[in-house]
């Protein structure tokens, strides 16, 4: 069946530093992957997302990667600050609309 | 509505006991589903609906699990015979679903405890 998989479970990064979060899909007719950040007790909210038909997308301090040929994506944060502190879920859904999430990086920003 | 909305918030249960989870979508929204989130693991799918009908239910653990959206607008999760290991926070998300489907907007999910 469809899987991801998430790597690291766990980052601690110092402030002003980058962080680095990269995922593998099994499924090859995935076409979207998103990001979700999850801060302790809250839900999940999509920080940023990639097409299928797009290698790179930016957003201010974070940006997505995807090698469809490889199957990977990577999300990076620049500048990091405490506040970005919490768990980053990536996840894959394929033409079915179905969506697989990884298993979280947990990302601690040290001051 | 504004958002998502799920209840109960919390509900604990005894082992064998039947339970209900409901979710709200935003208003409009055609796709809804429901994830399973154990502590410190992702959200694990369980169903999708688009409409009224279950587009894909492969997620669904065992034939104890059951969900409907009999008006294609609010779901409920039925579980019967509940087991301790059912205990998770359950996540319901909606999206537009037109055309082609995007973001998820979540819940703040249904935390059960089963003793």
């Known amino acids: 069946g469809e899987n991801v998989e998430q790597h690291p479970s766990t980052l601690s990064v110092q402030e002003g530093d980058s962080a680095v979060i990269k995922c593998t899909y099994s499924d090859s007719a995935s076409n979207y992957f998103p990001w979700y950040k999850q801060e302790l007790g809250k839900r999940p909210q999509l920080i940023i997302d990639?097409?299928?038909?797009?290698g790179e997308k930016k957003d201010q301090r974070i940006a997505v990667t995807l090698n469809k040929t490889a199957k990977h994506f990577s999300l990076h944060i620049t500048e990091t600050q405490p506040e970005d502190s919490a768990v980053y879920f990536c996840a894959a859904r394929g033409g079915g609309f179905k969506t697989i999430f990884g298993a979280g990086t947990r990302l601690f920003v040290k001051a | 509505g504004a958002g998502v909305s799920q209840t109960p918030s919390n509900k604990v249960t005894e082992k064998g006991k039947y339970v209900e989870l409901r979710c709200d979508p935003i208003?409009?929204?055609?796709?809804l589903y429901w994830y399973r989130q154990s502590l410190g693991q992702g959200p694990e799918f369980l169903i999708y609906f688009q409409g009224t009908g279950a587009a894909d239910d492969s997620g669904l653990p065992n034939d104890r699990f059951f969900a409907v959206r009999p008006e294609g607008s609010v779901s409920t999760l039925k579980i019967q015979r509940t087991e301790r290991g059912d205990s998770a926070v359950y996540l319901c998300?909606?999206?537009?679903?037109?055309?082609?489907?995007?973001?998820?907007?979540f819940g703040e999910g249904s935390r059960l405890t089963v003793l």
């Open positions: 998300a909606s999206s537009s679903g037109t055309g082609d489907i995007g973001e998820l907007f």
């Open positions: 208003s409009g929204h055609t796709a």
């Open positions: 990639i097409r299928s038909n797009v």
